[in-house]
């Protein structure tokens, strides 16, 4: 199965700062990596949806100039939540989106204090 | 209606049983379907995929698909205590971007 690295596993940030989250796709070129929310006894939730060269889609209820995406290469696609907030809290999950059968990252778990 | 319904659980099994797990989905059009395995504080492990209907084993592990019910199942045989996680019932609905359940939370008890 395809490999995808998730930098980092943890974080934790004060309220108001921002933080980057790293996807890598190890073995193959993404065109479209995904990005999941997970709150805590929750399921995974679609986010957004990461394409290299052109601007993110994301769900709705997400707002796009706090949570922004880039995908600037076919390896890397990184998800910035700025200006934090406790409700941010929870675990982030990339996938890539190139197979049928989706892999996933290790996950970042972030907490803003 | 939720796209994807599960069985929050906790299902409770004793060790060597059988642990079946149920999901439902809404679009009659979805065409992949997973089930996923996390633990806690993990991201989630692909366990299985079906794609037609019928019955898939893997293992101890055996997906069953009837689309025109709109049911997904996973079977465990021989259940341990390592099996004791949430699974998380996933649809592709044309997408890629995977819609999943809430998780079933599966006990195995030693």
């Known amino acids: 199965g395809a490999v995808v690295s998730q930098h980092p596993s943890w974080v934790i940030c004060k309220s108001g700062t921002s933080v980057k989250i790293e996807c890598r796709s190890l073995d193959f070129q993404a065109t479209t990596m995904f990005w999941y929310r997970q709150f805590p006894k929750q399921s995974l939730m679609l986010m957004a949806t990461s394409n290299e060269g052109s601007k993110a889609t994301y769900e709705q209820g997400v707002e796009k100039d706090k949570f922004l995406i880039n995908h600037a290469s076919l390896t890397l696609s990184t998800l910035t939540v700025t200006s934090a907030h406790p409700e941010d809290s929870s675990f982030y999950i990339c996938?890539?989106?190139?197979?049928?059968?989706?892999?996933f990252g290790q996950g970042t778990r972030l907490t803003v204090v | 209606q939720k796209e994807v319904e599960q069985n929050s659980g906790p299902l409770s099994v004793p060790e060597g049983a059988i642990a079946s797990l149920n999901c439902t989905y809404s679009d009659r059009g979805s065409q992949s379907f997973f089930w996923y395995r996390q633990y806690s504080g993990k991201s989630p492990e692909l366990i299985m995929s079906i794609y037609s209907n019928g019955d898939k084993e893997d293992g101890r592990f055996t997906a069953q698909l009837n689309k025109a019910s709109q049911y997904v199942s996973l079977l465990i045989r021989d259940s341990q205590p390592s099996d004791s996680a949430t699974y998380l019932c996933a649809v592709d609905t044309g997408r890629r971007a995977l819609t999943f359940g809430s998780g079933t939370r599966l006990q195995v008890q030693p």
């Open positions: 996938s890539e989106g190139s197979n049928t059968e989706a892999f």
